[in-house]
């Protein structure tokens, strides 16, 4: 998984990387993001998960990766599916007999977002949502290992030069059955919208 991450990470770097030498380059048309913010989009994100409250003292932090893919119905408003898989050590100092070593969260989300343009090419961004929690093996074995969760997120989003390509931070929160704490993720993105 490790090695799963580091792809990741080097191709989000080099479209970062693009975009930006992009902004170098001499622009000599005008471009709007907000007419390119419209339509059918994809992504990847990447970060940390957190556990908090008492769920900390039995799971450490991990990292984070995830998918997502969504539809911009009008330059304020879209509908987002995201998937995200995080790997997880349990604290070494936990004597747990319900807990394992090491898991994986899987997270399916469905949500609503919204934006709005600050400037030109920057946009504020708010999603509200539900999905589906599961580890594998079962992070706690006395309940069960899918758990229902709601979700809300914020973020900012800059459209780059090149067109229909956007780099962001999409932190969130989640309530997620079953557990004492919130769930945070703090994570940024890529995307690209078609």
């Known amino acids: 998984m ?8 080097s191709i989000s770097f080099i479209f970062c990387a693009l975009s930006f030498w992009n902004l170098s380059a001499e622009d000599t048309s005008v471009f709007h ?3 390119v913010r419209k339509g059918f989009y994809t992504g990847m994100t990447t970060g940390r998960l957190f556990f908090t409250g008492n769920d900390r003292l039995l799971y450490k932090d991990g990292w984070v990766i995830g998918f997502k ?3 911009d119905i009008w330059k304020y408003l879209g509908l987002e ?8 050590p349990s604290t070494e100092g936990s004597i747990v007999a319900n807990v394992p070593k090491s898991f994986f969260v899987y997270q399916y989300i469905a949500q609503l ?9 920057l946009y504020a961004e708010a999603g509200i949502g ?3 929690f599961i580890g594998s093996p079962n992070m706690n074995r006395t309940v069960s290992a899918t758990r229902s969760m709601f ?5 900012l989003e800059y459209f780059m030069r090149t067109r229909g390509i956007s780099i962001g931070l999409d932190p969130s929160i989640a309530g997620v059955a079953n557990l004492q704490g919130a769930v945070i993720q703090t994570t940024g993105f890529v995307r690209y919208t078609f």
């Open 81 to 88: 599916t995201d998937f995200k898989l995080s790997g997880q």
């Open 130 to 132: 539900g999905g589906l």
């Open 33 to 35: 993001p907000a007419a």
């Open 113 to 121: 977002k919204g934006g709005y343009p600050i400037t030109q090419r």
């Open 151 to 155: 979700y809300a997120e914020m973020g």
């Open 69 to 71: 893919l969504g539809y």
């Open 2 to 9: 490790k090695r799963i991450f580091q792809i990741v990470f």
